[in-house]
């Protein structure tokens, strides 16, 4: 650990010191120019989540696993009828929890004689960890992993019949983990992020260097073991966060159920490593049977890498859909998106009629 003396951590504190009069800048200028869209997504989430939620019909149960050792929280949803069942691993995307819109897909698949597990990653939601809202692909791949061996070896599972389905970030980690598994029976990622580089370019210069300051407090004070500084995951154009593409905020904040939570911040500097991913690099050694879900309207991403990751690897598939990154949650395109995928998931686990 650095002593407060080190010239180390003077010169830390130097530049902290000279960059917090823009920082506190920039978050004034995130609260004054956020008051109108805070007002229209909350309009935005209670209109648009009265039209997709549903009830739950199969039980869904709230269980842990560890994941190097730190508790994840986990809701298992089983099947009606006689085990052994099959399963699908629900790999939620940027920020998002288990409460943010899964429940449509533990239904649909649970109901179609699938098992699904969903969890929240470490430091995230009901899971334990810290810093808090520190997203770590690396450590995110580590939790799908841990997700995968305690499904598998749940007494009602056959571990030879279990899938892995990811949307948005979620789906950088899916096609990670099935490249270097090969106990994954098949795969499904929706709007995926497929490549950081693609992205951060589709996200903007302007924003991009809106961060930077922020970036280098929290490297700072990472450095120096004083907790991490923080920015909005989304905000409104023109303000400081990771994503300010015109539209993603009400997006995001459609998938909140009326009630629920979504906390917007992470840790600024986790952005570098997002930079730098990649999972089309990784596609071709996907032997699994693959179904990439783009949506052709795609405002977050650059839906061509989407398509060329279903292209290379062996068993992809590619199915489009007319959606930006976020109406394919929502009704009426969810219903044809769960028909397409839990058909692609009932022939390749080998699900009865």
């Excluded at 399963?87 to 288990?98: D, E, I, K, N």
């Excluded at 989304?234 to 629920?260: C, D, L, R």
């Excluded at 996907?286 to 061509?304: G, N, S």
């Excluded at 109406?327 to 044809?336: A, D, F, N, S």
């Amino acid at each position: 650990m650095l002593s407060a003396a080190t010239p180390e951590v003077s010169t830390i504190r130097s530049a902290a010191a000279a960059i917090s009069s823009v920082v506190n800048r920039a978050r004034i200028s995130l609260l004054l120019t956020s008051t109108a869209y805070v007002k229209e997504c909350k309009r935005y989430v209670h209109r648009t989540y009265k039209e997709f939620d549903m009830p739950a019909t199969i039980p869904t149960q709230r269980v842990d696993f560890s994941s190097s050792g730190t508790r994840c929280a986990a809701w298992l949803t089983l099947p009606p009828g006689d085990a052994p069942h099959s399963a699908v691993v629900l790999v939620h995307g940027f920020g998002a929890t288990h409460e943010m819109m899964l429940a449509q897909y533990e239904q649909r698949f649970a109901a179609s004689g699938i098992a699904t597990l969903a969890f929240d990653y470490r430091n995230t939601g009901e899971s334990d960890g810290r810093p808090r809202q520190h997203i770590s692909l690396r450590a995110q791949r580590d939790d799908v992993d841990a997700a995968l061996d305690f499904i598998g070896a749940h007494p009602v599972i056959d571990k030879a019949r279990v899938a892995l389905w990811g949307t948005s970030l979620g789906g950088m980690s899916v096609l990670r983990v099935a490249a270097k598994r090969d106990d994954v029976a098949a795969a499904i990622v929706q709007c995926p992020m497929v490549h950081g580089p693609a992205a951060v370019r589709r996200l903007g210069v302007a924003p991009a260097l809106r961060l930077t300051p922020h970036i280098a407090v929290d490297a700072a004070r990472a450095l120096a073991r004083r907790g991490r500084w923080y920015v909005p995951i989304v905000g409104p154009p023109g303000s400081t966060a990771m994503v300010t593409i015109a539209g993603a905020q009400q997006g995001w904040n459609s998938t909140v159920p009326a009630g629920g939570h979504f906390e917007n911040r992470v840790a600024a500097a986790d952005v570098l490593g997002l930079v730098v991913a990649s999972a089309l690099r990784h596609a071709a050694t996907i032997t699994a049977p693959l179904l990439v879900c783009v949506c052709d309207r795609e405002t977050l991403i650059d839906p061509k890498y989407v398509e060329e990751t279903a292209r290379r690897a062996p068993r992809g598939i590619a199915r489009h859909y007319d959606s930006d990154h976020f109406e394919i949650y929502h009704p009426p395109l969810v219903e044809q998106v769960l028909a397409d995928q839990t058909a692609f998931l009932r022939e390749h686990l080998d699900v009865g009629a």
